[in-house]
């Protein structure tokens, strides 16, 4: 019902609202976001969105993930990684804060050591949107974290590839959904019904992180978007859809068969063929041809609360931009390599 009468991302509402917050962070940077210029060799980031921390009761998505995110968080602290939250990091739409503090302690206090070596960056989302709008938000953050927080609304990381300058802006991506950009009935219905009712149930509507399907609209208007900007990638997280170089898995399998096709390799086409009935248990209709030709200019890190327990992310360091999953295995989380691209390629493609 909130889908049906609520969810509506709207293509120039979506672009302006990027392209406003694109300018507004290059021209008066500190106030919505910071513009920081970062040496792709030697620094290294990694971006998690949507863990959405509950009240570890039956609608807390994120319990179950809790491990995974927990270990992830210690390897990249101790890698010296700096760390930047993407958004609805916090489910204040479901729970209080209070109840979300006093059961998150392990998760903050990791994230407060990021913090302790200048390497934390948070960035609010639609689910956490009081970070920005609450007058005792700074307060509640320092009370969280010890120390003050700042909340911005984007971030832009900039180096220079080549003789190239190369933007990542990195924003949560509810901007122009109607769902999720200022709706008051998407807030009620989720606090009053669905709340309460995925509590009950035990719901966990986030399908694990290896069954990606097409784009969701959502994913595809910010695609369109960032296939019109000049040597800029762009990172969102929102629609907890893992998209890497502005294809989804199954996107990047289909353009593999259309690529596979195009040069008559049988075999190979074989093999892509059964990878996609197994994995999705569909054949493709069409060999999805128009994938060959997009830009690599838009990415989504996916979430951290997946039902499978699995959580997915997005690095970058070492001249490259990896989507990786953490996942539990044997006893122990393992950091799992999805996707990687060399940057002075994904430069030279943009």
């Known amino acids: 019902m909130a889908d049906k009468f609520s969810s509506s991302p709207d293509n120039q509402r979506v672009h302006e609202a990027l392209t406003h917050l694109l300018e507004e962070i290059v021209t008066n940077p500190g106030k919505k976001g910071e513009l920081i210029s970062f040496n792709a060799a030697t620094d290294k980031w990694i971006i998690f969105s949507d863990q959405h921390k509950g009240a570890k009761n039956g609608a807390d998505d994120f319990m179950g993930c809790e491990k995974n995110y927990l270990a992830a968080l210690e390897f990249y602290n101790r890698e010296g990684f700096s760390f930047i939250s993407l958004g609805d990091n916090e489910e204040l739409w479901e729970n209080s804060l209070a109840s979300v503090k006093g059961k998150n302690e392990p998760s903050f206090s990791l994230e407060k050591l990021f913090l302790q070596r200048n390497d934390f960056l948070k960035v609010f989302g639609n689910h956490d949107l009081y970070w920005a709008n609450d007058p005792l938000a700074p307060w509640q953050l320092k009370r969280i974290y010890g120390q003050q927080v700042r909340i911005y609304e984007g971030v832009i990381l900039q180096t220079n590839i080549g003789n190239k300058e190369l933007k990542i802006f990195l924003t949560h991506g509810h901007q122009g959904d109607l769902q999720s950009d200022g709706n008051w009935?998407?807030?009620?219905?989720?606090?009053?019904?669905?709340?309460?009712?995925?509590?009950?149930?035990?719901?966990?509507?986030?399908?694990?992180?290896?069954?990606?399907?097409?784009?969701?609209?959502?994913?595809?208007?910010?695609?369109?978007?960032?296939?019109?900007?000049?040597?800029?990638?762009?990172?969102?997280?929102?629609?907890?859809?893992?998209?890497?170089?502005?294809?989804?898995?199954?996107?990047?399998?289909?353009?593999?068969?259309?690529?596979?096709?195009?040069?008559?390799?049988?075999?190979?086409?074989?093999?892509?063929?059964?990878?996609?009935?197994?994995?999705?248990?569909?054949?493709?209709?069409?060999?999805?041809?128009?994938?060959?030709?997009?830009?690599?200019?838009?990415?989504?890190?996916?979430?951290?609360?997946?039902?499978?327990?699995?959580?997915?992310?997005?690095?970058?360091?070492?001249?490259?931009?990896?989507?990786?999953?953490?996942?539990?295995?044997?006893?122990?989380?393992?950091?799992?390599?999805?996707?990687?691209?060399?940057?002075?390629?994904?430069?030279?493609?943009?």
């Not at 990172?235 to 289909?254: A, D, N």
């Not at 040069?263 to 999705?280: A, C």
């Not at 499978?308 to 539990?328: M, V, Y």
Request: negative net charge.
């Open 185 to 350: 009935f998407a807030k009620w219905f989720v606090s009053n019904v669905w709340g309460p009712l995925q509590c009950y149930l035990r719901i966990n509507p986030n399908t694990p992180s290896c069954n990606e399907v097409l784009k969701t609209r959502h994913n595809s208007i910010m695609y369109e978007w960032s296939a019109g900007q000049e040597e800029l990638i762009l990172i969102t997280g929102h629609t907890h859809q893992p998209v890497f170089e502005s294809l989804t898995h199954l996107e990047k399998l289909c353009k593999a068969l259309a690529e596979a096709r195009k040069e008559h390799d049988p075999k190979k086409e074989q093999e892509l063929l059964k990878e996609i009935s197994q994995k999705f248990q569909q054949e493709p209709e069409n060999v999805y041809e128009e994938f060959l030709n997009l830009r690599p200019s838009y990415f989504n890190s996916g979430c951290c609360c997946f039902s499978d327990g699995d959580i997915t992310g997005i690095e970058i360091a070492n001249n490259r931009i990896s989507l990786i999953k953490w996942t539990w295995h044997n006893g122990g989380s393992k950091r799992v390599v999805l996707e990687e691209r060399e940057l002075t390629v994904l430069a030279g493609r943009l």
